[in-house]
């Protein structure tokens, strides 16, 4: 097989970060336990971030983004561009374009691999668990599953972003878990989950900070996320556009034939 060239291992890198600060985990026992009784002001909490993102009608299937990845790993920053596209809840093709064409990365349900021209290469089990687990909190993923069994909500007390305050709820979907930290107004200032250092593996709290929303087609959307671990940045992400419920060729997310 050909080389995929230095563009993509650029994209391996951005992906990477993202993809190991996406961990895997799985709710703890202490968070069930106090589940049942405050699931009530949850569900409300919840109900209140749903109508602040999406109007009350989360009618989410698609979306596609030109994204501007800062990564800083090791003390070097490094900039990417890249184009997300995405089909709720579990697929995404994350590429950039290059002299050599385009260069992706593509999750498709449980499986995901790498692209480069006519060349694909099947990702590592971990490297795909860790890309569904970041599918499976994204928040418009979140948002879009409101009402099905397979999400869990319990509130998990209050806190302050930059003064201002907040109730914190822990949601899972899928079995992944997060916390998310919602201002009076419904917005998520802030996402924290358990994660793993993309330097050296190291296991940590990552913390995403949202802010610059804005409103695209009934949809108010993050365009600027800072993603830190144990309280230091590694990543900051720009949204240049956004496009909700767009049509995407399924050959975009095509799985590569077994050899």
């Given at each position: 097989?050909?080389?995929l ?12 970060a ?9 709710p ?26 999406t109007?009350?009608?989360p ?62 290469m ?27 069994r ?15 305050s ?32 993309p ?47 767009p ?13």
């Open positions: 097989m050909a080389q060239g230095i563009p993509l291992a650029r994209l391996v890198v951005a992906a990477t993202l993809a190991l600060l996406g961990g895997v985990s799985e703890r026992a202490e968070q069930a336990a106090g589940e049942t009784a405050a699931v009530p002001t949850a569900a409300a909490l919840f109900r209140g971030m749903v109508s602040a993102l109007g009350g009608a009618d989410l299937r698609s979306l596609r983004e030109t994204v501007t990845v800062t990564s800083m790993l090791q003390g070097q920053a490094t900039s990417i561009e890249q184009t997300l596209s995405v089909v709720l809840p579990d697929k995404l093709r994350r590429a950039i374009n290059s002299p050599m064409g385009e260069q992706a990365i593509v999750i498709n349900g449980e499986h995901g691999f790498m692209a480069a021209g006519d060349h694909k099947r990702l590592p089990d971990e490297r795909i668990a860790e890309s569904v687990a970041q599918l499976s909190r994204d928040l418009l993923v979140l948002v879009s599953r409101a009402g099905e397979e999400l869990r909500i319990w509130s998990d007390g209050s806190s302050e972003v930059d003064g201002t907040c109730r914190i709820i822990g949601v899972a979907y899928r079995g992944v878990d997060s916390r998310l930290c919602l201002d009076d107004q419904g917005r998520v200032l802030t996402q924290s989950y358990d994660g793993r250092n330097t050296d593996g190291s296991p940590g709290r990552v913390v995403i900070r949202f802010s610059d929303y804005r409103l695209v087609d009934g949809v108010l959307f993050p365009f600027r996320q800072q993603v830190s671990f144990d309280g230091v940045q590694l990543v900051e992400l720009t949204v240049a556009s956004l496009e909700i419920n049509t995407l060729d399924p050959s975009l997310f095509e799985l590569p034939s077994a050899d």
